[in-house]
């Protein structure tokens, strides 16, 4: 993964976890073919300022993310 897609994905998976949903899916294209990977995302943080909340959801998008590659 690009680093270009990389940060792409982090940030619409943060918008994701504000939202509250459940799941994620990424689309990816390497020389073995098109896959797809779902993953689980955790609940949004449910106090603190808006600045806050999405601090706590890149931070989890960013784990998330450096985890598949």
Do not use: C, W
């Amino acid at each position: 993964m690009t680093l270009q897609e990389k940060i792409y994905h982090t940030n619409a998976m943060a918008d994701a976890i504000m939202r509250g949903e459940d799941s994620y899916r990424i689309d990816r294209l390497d020389e073995n073919g098109a896959f797809t990977t779902f993953v689980n995302l955790p609940s949004p943080q449910p106090t603190g300022t808006g600045m806050q909340q999405r601090t706590y959801a890149v931070t989890k998008a960013m784990d998330i993310v450096s985890g598949i590659g």
